[in-house]
């Protein structure tokens, strides 16, 4: 069984930055996917980027170019840095990934990130 947890959530200025963490519980290897998706009020959760075993990435439009994902196979953590934060960022970010059945089958709790103007 994976577990996930988040954390480095928070209050940021705008153009600020944070990084949160996913700490992976069970094996990491077992996962071919992880990624990042978050939910703002009122809107639909969204993928925001997502990492496979192999380092491949791949981000939504929106963060392209401001957010990096990044995996660590070894410690068993995930990591997402988000730089140039905009008002628009602020929502509940969930890491989440994909294992033999490659559907988001796993999913930490969430971490509040909060950009103010």
């Known amino acids: 069984q994976v577990q996930l947890v988040e954390s480095g959530g928070g209050l940021v200025q705008a153009g600020g930055s944070l990084t949160l963490s996913c700490a992976v519980s069970?094996?990491?290897?077992?996962?071919?996917?992880m990624g990042w998706y978050r939910q703002a009020p009122g809107k639909q959760r969204e993928l925001v980027a997502s990492?496979?075993?192999?380092?491949?990435?791949d981000y939504a439009d929106s963060v392209k170019g401001r957010f990096t994902i990044s995996r660590d196979n070894v410690n068993s953590m995930g990591y997402l840095q988000m730089n140039s934060l905009k008002p628009d960022d602020t929502a509940v970010y969930y890491c989440?990934?994909?294992?033999?059945?490659?559907?988001?089958?796993?999913w930490g709790q969430g971490t509040q990130v909060t950009v103010a103007s």
């Open positions: 069970g094996t990491i290897y077992s996962i071919k996917t």
């Open positions: 989440a990934a994909q294992g033999n059945s490659r559907t988001w089958e796993y």
């Open positions: 990492i496979t075993r192999d380092a491949n990435t």
